[in-house]
């Protein structure tokens, strides 16, 4: 026996079985769904969607209530729902910032975070840490160092900055860069 036809039997799955292997996870899979769904339903779980549902957001310590469909997320819920158009949608995937939020006071990228999921959640914009006429400490050394380039994604900088001032107040340079 040559050593290929001997490797061949030793190793493990064959590519009948494995394709035998994902008919069955298939067929499994397509009849148990529908079974799980109706047994959700017959324990009286509620089912949201596709349809808008009424979500009520706590947004810089107001209820707002909207309606949006369950696979809407925080970022357009806040911009195109209810006109706090300070979280910036850039990369839409959570890597770059500019969509951060401070949920129950941690940041959050908003564009990472359904609507649905921030629901009875303390939610805060960078529209309600400060105004132009009263910036808080961050805001201001933001304004005072010249902190941005073009500006667009500095308002998730400023909310990231002062979730971390607020979690570490008394922080040194070297906790700073550590994050």
Known sequence: MSKKS????????????????????????????PAAIKGAVARDMSVVGP???SIT????????????????????????RLDLTGAKKVCDRGTCGACTVIVDGHPVYSCSMLAIEAEGREITTVE????????????KAFVQHDAQQCGFCTPGFVVASTAFVRKHPNASLDDVRRG
């Open 6 to 33: 001997n490797a061949s039997e030793t190793s493990g799955v064959s590519r009948r079985g494995f394709l035998k292997g994902i008919g069955v996870g298939t067929v499994a899979t397509s009849v148990l769904s």
């Open 51 to 53: 349809d808008d549902v």
């Open 57 to 80: 957001l706590k947004i810089n310590g107001k209820n707002r209530t909207l309606n949006a469909e369950p696979r809407v997320t925080l970022l357009d819920a806040l911009r195109n």
């Open 128 to 139: 309600g840490i400060g105004t132009p006429s009263q910036m808080n400490a961050v805001q």
